[in-house]
């Protein structure tokens, strides 16, 4: 299996882990059975368009457009491999 993210991987949240919203810490979070990883804005962007349906070309044209922004590929990859190697997205 690919361990490094490309345009067409579709990633998802990794197995044991729920994305949620946490208003008390007014971020995203990503919870486990062994607690709770706190999320800075960027990463609870990304991760909540991680829902194995969209691949990451998808991902980076969505969070562009919302954010007005261009030239994100290269971060959110760089973040997505991360994530991978924390097991807290799989594809």
């Keep these: 299996m690919n361990t490094a993210a490309a345009n067409d991987t579709r990633p998802m949240i990794g ?9 008390a810490q007014d971020c995203h979070v990503l ?14 962007e990304i ?6 349906e969209r691949d990451v070309a998808a991902i980076v044209a969505d969070l562009e457009a919302s954010f007005g922004a261009s030239g994100l590929e ?3 990859l ?12 799989q594809w």
Excluded: I, T
């Design 78 to 89: 760089a973040f997505l491999d991360m994530a991978h190697q924390q097991k807290w997205v």
């Design 74 to 76: 290269k971060d959110v």
């Design 47 to 52: 991760l909540k368009r991680c829902d194995g």
């Design 15 to 23: 197995r044991g882990f729920r994305l949620q919203w946490e208003a």
């Design 31 to 44: 919870l486990y059975p062994e607690g709770m990883v706190r999320l800075n804005q960027s990463a609870g």
